[in-house]
């Protein structure tokens, strides 16, 4: 008897603390900001990268140099933050469908990403890494501006309900 309380409290304390329904689409919201803001970012850093080195001969070129090259290096850390939000959102799918091998996700979690997605985000003149190549980015493109804007906009904490 007591084993089962145990693991029912468990289980009430693993699905309170779990993804909500609002955290899911605000991570997916995330998500896609962050491919058009990628994409943005890449299409720049190519066009200056062949200002310099001449044309990129296609696609799997440009995969090559965006994977290996220096000069895209600091894109790779947007790459990683899109991962890691696909690595979660396929966890909470996991979940949702009861796989055993599949913890819940807590909002904690979620809400720790988005944190870092975030801190991430914040343009630097000064940084000689992403917070200065992201500062020259948002300098050149409207675009970028407008995309960081949502991003930002979608990262704020949700305001509280009363």
Known sequence: ???????????????????????????EDVRRGLLRLHKLLLDGERSDYERVYGPVAGGGALLQLVIQHPWFSWLRMVSELIVRIDEMQDAVKASDKGAADAPPVSEAEAAALLAQVRDLLKPDEADPGFG????????????????????TRLLAPPKPEN
């Open 1 to 27: 008897m007591a084993e089962e309380a145990g693991r029912d409290a468990g289980a009430a304390a693993s699905a309170a603390a779990a993804v909500t329904d609002g955290t899911r689409a605000r991570l």
């Open 132 to 151: 200065g190549s992201y500062h020259r980015a948002l300098q050149r493109d409207p675009n970028v501006i407008l995309t960081h804007a949502e991003i």
